[in-house]
């Protein structure tokens, strides 16, 4: 068996572990086939070989990012010879004479064909609230901040539901700070670090004031929309006040299937959002649902109360507004809510790039409300998960 990988064969920090060794291979025009012991066969084109050279001369042994240009050989590149040995493929290329040798594992994680393309196509969990009532994903506080096997459990877990409740926090205020950082960096924002959300008097945003908030994404006036959202409840024992949350790519897939014009609209009919203060104005014009280059929905950007005056052509307008009501009234449906009534102790973590969040007004008469809150990137979490994954 092979060793997981000598990191300066794959050009990475990553192991690939040889799960399945390469039988044979079968050099062709412009590209060769490589046969798996399992039966699996993948096609590899000289170019894409050649591009991937993981030696010391392609590839920086100090940085680990590439020195080679493909531009550097003819497109028409080849190998002189191209031979499987111990499990390796090696190749030397017609021309310069250069030496190449792909370590197995790689190989296999790297396999471009159709089948192994779509296996490593990233697929949301998405929920309704059944679903969510059924198994919120749940973690205890302790054991993520001691243990970085939940936390690798838990970020998994964000990334693939857009949602989870951490228990058990520390309610010393600021704590949220340490929590965060146990991913990465915290993506600061005019309303600051972390943020106090609880009633003000000189509130600059409805967050801030004991109304209620409708289903919303935060930031939509950004042009990258924060990843993560962080809640922390410190304290809560105001009448109301009860959060809700709904899964934004539950509601953009049943509205593709039965209100396909308002989907259309809302995925390609630019919205304006606005975050007026007294010392920032910021504003971002972009569709309420960004799709993919294959249609899936990968965004959904949201807040009534965020808006700006609309500004698409006139034949559009109605359109449009009956697209945005749709969407609202199928938020507003039970049937897709998950509601939750914070305790102290309690941190909701959920992607704000897809889940949509709300809460009830509530009365300060009976007791207080006092929530902190931040955002980490999407990309902090998944560098993170990939990191964790190295070792783990
Ligand atoms: C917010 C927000 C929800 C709450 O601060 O963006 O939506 O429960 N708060 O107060
Ligand atoms: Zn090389
Ligand atoms: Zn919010």
Not at 213 to 240: M, V, W, Y
Not at 293 to 311: M, S, W
């Amino acid at each position: 068996m092979i060793d997981n990988t000598a990191a300066f064969e794959t050009a990475g920090y990553s192991s690939y572990p040889v799960t399945h060794r390469p039988l044979r291979i079968e050099p062709g025009e412009d590209s060769l086939r490589l046969a798996w012991e399992d039966g699996r066969e993948s096609e590899f084109h000289y170019l894409w070989l050649r591009d991937n050279c993981p030696c010391p001369q392609c590839v920086s042994s100090l940085t680990r990012e590439q020195l080679f240009e493909i531009c550097d050989v003819a497109l028409s590149i080849r190998p002189e010879t191209a031979r499987l040995s111990d499990g390796y493929l090696e190749i030397q290329w017609q021309g310069d004479g250069h030496s190449s040798r792909f370590h197995p594992g790689w190989l296999r994680a790297h396999c471009y064909s159709e089948q192994a393309r779509a296996a490593r196509h990233w697929q949301p969990e998405i929920w309704d609230k059944a679903a969510i009532e059924a198994r919120l994903p749940s973690f205890d506080y302790s054991d993520m901040m001691q243990d970085d096997t939940v936390l690798l459990r838990w970020l998994r877990q964000l990334r693939d539901s857009g949602i989870s409740l951490l228990r058990n926090t520390d309610t010393t205020p600021g704590t949220l700070k340490q929590v965060a950082e146990r991913i990465s960096f915290i993506r600061e924002t005019n309303f600051g670090t972390l943020f106090d959300v609880r009633s003000k008097p000189d509130a600059n945003t409805a967050a801030y004031t004991t109304l209620r908030l409708p289903l919303h994404t935060d930031l939509p006036t950004r042009e990258l929309q924060p990843g993560l959202q962080f809640l922390h409840c410190l304290e809560n024992d105001a009448s109301g006040g009860e959060s809700m949350l709904v899964d934004g790519f539950r509601i953009a897939e049943h509205m593709r299937q039965e209100y396909p014009d308002d989907f259309e609209a809302l995925s390609t009919l630019p919205m304006d959002f606005y975050n007026k203060d007294r010392n920032s104005d910021y504003r971002f014009r972009g569709p309420a649902l960004v799709l993919d280059g294959q249609g899936t929905v990968i965004e959904v950007r949201f807040a009534n109360f965020l808006r700006g005056p609309l500004d698409i052509p006139a034949d559009q307008v109605v359109r449009h507004y009956r697209a945005y009501s749709t969407f609202i009234r199928l938020t507003r449906e039970a049937r897709f809510q998950f509601e939750y009534r914070l305790v102290p102790g309690d941190l909701l973590v959920f992607d704000n790039r897809r889940v949509l969040h709300a809460r009830r007004a509530f009365d300060l008469q009976q007791g207080q409300r006092h929530l902190q809150g931040c955002y980490v990137d999407r990309d902090e979490l998944l560098s993170r998960i990939r990191v964790l994954e190295r070792s783990l």
